[in-house]
């Protein structure tokens, strides 16, 4: 596998001197199309056809493992390293999670038609507020190649169409999966544009999509940190992401001190690379058993900076700069504050959270429910690990990303942040005055 | 009334060598910290508040009238149009339907703490999303000065602060009724900063405001074309709002003709400036009394534009450009075409309408419903005039406008499109397994 190889199969697609605009646009216009052919699509057989999908997924077991030989040779090649490797590397048990996570969608229940609201006004009309698809999603993701499969599952499911833009390092791992995905869904006719795979790998390309105003309806990018940072930056298009996941869990002095201590640690520990994991631990003043809390995510490995009065909780607490009550570490690393109260710790969230997920752990109900009316995240917990912040444990059935914006949906984004709504009048012949 | 005058009117609360962002920054920040005040104010002190206000006003009459009459003056001294005169006075009358659409705010439900939905996880944890305010939303509006009473009260009903930013030509007015209303937001324990008009004119501010994200949560732009499509062009802010209101009323087959020419007339010619009038009307070939609500609108004193099926109808419709298929006349003008059936009529709508609000005339129930379902507007109307696309009629009680984007909230926006949600966790020490 060469680089001229790629550059070549880069191409596929694309048209000879189309620019990367003219070319977003031509994919963005088919895939609208498409879209409207699938709001006429009955929910039967939406989940029919992801059905079909996955068996497709499932048969092409083998020329999609080729595929992500292909990319995995390639990978090695540049010095891809080891964790980047093992994302995009996909074997039999892989593959089949892929092909179980889009029938897992296909069994979800179509949001689109819900009635959202209805009334009735003294002049006789009806009026009601019903769900529908948003339109053409755009997603933009890096080297995971089951995000081509999920992704497209979710936003078809829910009617709308899909334009992707995966890592160039997956490139022909998520040929073959769109590849098997498209076979699945046109034999149960769906409109092969509802699904489409960005056919360049030019950088251009994305920006393009971010760009892409009226064409494309919202982007959600699924990565890490800078690829999130750019397309927040630079998108003309309403964006659904979370940045940072600088998730607090604050210890009351009311909390129950081997809770506290079992919540900090799996909050940490139990996956420190996840945007759940807490990266700030606040322990009350008067909480008594700060120091056992401390020891316990010492002994577990975890590295800790603290405040003064931390350190002074164990010799093994190290100094935490300014920079460290910002910082996500995705890494068994965690910030640890001393602070006077329930005012304090809001205080503190409210000027260091992410606004992505921020927990209390306490016996007072009173504070309880003033952490919860007053901390202004996408999720607000209370006696309970930061790392149930999913869409999976929220009962979603699946998740297209977590958001931490203020409009349109907040927290674990499935089905119904897909969708949007129109206002239905009905009438018999009413006139305005 | 003097230009340099105007000029030292516009430094109030503007501080020496502050550049504009950095003036936008000082008050969002203060906002932003009255709204963490207001998110634990009750329903009824917010209530209570926009009374207060609304007292106010009534009484600074005398005040409100001779600033009114600065602007006017100033206006005249400017050539201002006599419509844009219209727009910006104020007498005794208008000042007390300001006054008593405060006090209308005021007697709305307060949507903030409504629970939108509930569920318990196997694990015993629950979860529930409840409204929230959205934050600091940014009103940048143009000469009418009720806008500045409307918009803060709508903002702080819903829990919100506001920073509003209005016209110059209605710099005087715009203070005078901001200090009523602060005076009775105040006296009522409402902090001053939590509304906030922007104390210049210089229109580098409102740059500033577009892309102060993060500081500004949303911007609802109210006023012409050219202000929307700048405020949607150079926002990196989230809008709320519409650009054009391309609105279609299309008279199918099967519509009765006394209604079809009664709704043609009322959609057009009832106002003919409101964003719901209707500008293209499309007549089914198969509809015998084309030629019936053709003339009614000739007669009525509309100018009308059509193809060459229309202008068959009757000598009197002129010849349509282009043009005219993708234009907001909001005056008595209007394209009218024929279509060949429900499909057709779909077609041109997806081509043409501005998804704000489009309306069928039909007795086929079969027809209404698929109309329904497929045009993609914010309104879709059967038997109705679109003229009643309004948050008043739709029994929103008010409306901060209407938005024709895909996201968040669609058609009339009031309360609770001021709002957003938190998603809430009740545990009782579960961790993650």
């Known amino acids: ?6 550059l070549a199969a880069d191409q596929i697609g694309a048209r000879a001197a189309e620019t990367p605009e003219a070319l977003v646009a031509r ?25 079909a999908a996955a068996a497709e997924l499932r048969q092409a077991e083998p020329a999609i493992l080729a595929a992500n030989a292909l990319d995995i040779a390639a990978g090695e090649a540049k010095g891809l390293s080891g964790a980047m490797l093992d994302r995009l590397r996909l074997d039999s048990g892989r593959l089949a999670g892929i092909a179980d996570a889009v029938e897992q969608v296909a069994g979800l229940a ?12 003294p002049n006789g009309l009806q009026l009601s507020r019903v769900r529908i698809p948003i339109g053409l999603i755009g997603i933009i993701y890096e080297s995971r190649p089951n995000v081509t499969a999920d992704a497209a599952a979710l936003c078809l499911r ?11 390092e997956a490139l022909h791992s998520n040929r073959a999966i769109m590849a098997a995905m498209t076979a699945g869904l046109t034999s149960a006719g769906i409109p092969a544009a509802a699904i489409q795979l960005l056919p360049t790998q030019d950088r251009a390309a994305v920006g393009a999509m971010l760009t892409a105003a009226g064409l494309i309806d919202m982007i959600v990018p ?34 129950d001190p081997a809770m506290a201590a079992r919540l900090a640690l799996n909050a940490k520990m139990r996956r420190t690379g996840v945007c759940g994991s807490m990266e700030t631990l606040l322990l009350d003043t008067q909480f008594p058993a700060s120091a056992e809390v401390v020891r316990g ?34 890494d068994a690393v965690l910030s640890v504050a001393v602070v006077d109260g329930l005012d304090a710790a809001l205080d ?69 942040g897909l969708t949007t709504y129109k206002w239905l009048v009905r009438g018999t012949g009413q006139a305005r005055p």
Chains 1, 2 share one sequence.
């Open 348 to 416: 503190h969230i409210a000027a260091h959270s992410s606004h992505h997920t921020d927990a209390i752990v306490t016996g007072d109900a009173a504070a309880a429910e003033r952490f919860l009316a007053e901390v202004d995240s996408a999720i607000v917990m209370v006696n309970a690990s930061s790392q149930f912040a999913d869409g999976g444990e929220f009962g979603l059935g699946a998740e297209i990303g977590i958001a931490t914006g203020r409009l349109h949906a907040r927290g674990p984004v499935a089905l119904e």
């Open 110 to 121: 179509d949001p689109v038609g819900e009635v959202i609201s209805t009334s009735e006004r």
């Open 27 to 51: 994919l963005a216009q088919a895939g609208r199309a498409a879209q409207r052919e699938l709001a006429r699509t009955s929910d039967g057989q939406k989940a029919a056809a992801l059905r």
């Open 222 to 255: 699924r990565g890490g940190k800078s690829l999130v940072a750019r397309v927040q930056a630079d998108a003309r298009v309403p964006v659904l992401a979370h940045l940072d996941g600088i998730c607090h869990t604050y210890v009351h002095a009311a909390a």
């Open 297 to 330: 995510l010492l002994d577990a490995g975890c590295e800790l900076r603290g405040d003064a009065r931390a350190r002074a909780l164990d010799p093994r607490v190290l100094i935490a700069s300014d920079e460290d009550w910002d910082t996500e570490y995705l």
């Open 1 to 6: 596998m060469t680089e001229q190889t790629i």
């Open 158 to 168: 829910s009617g709308n169409a899909a334009l992707l833009r995966g890592g160039s």
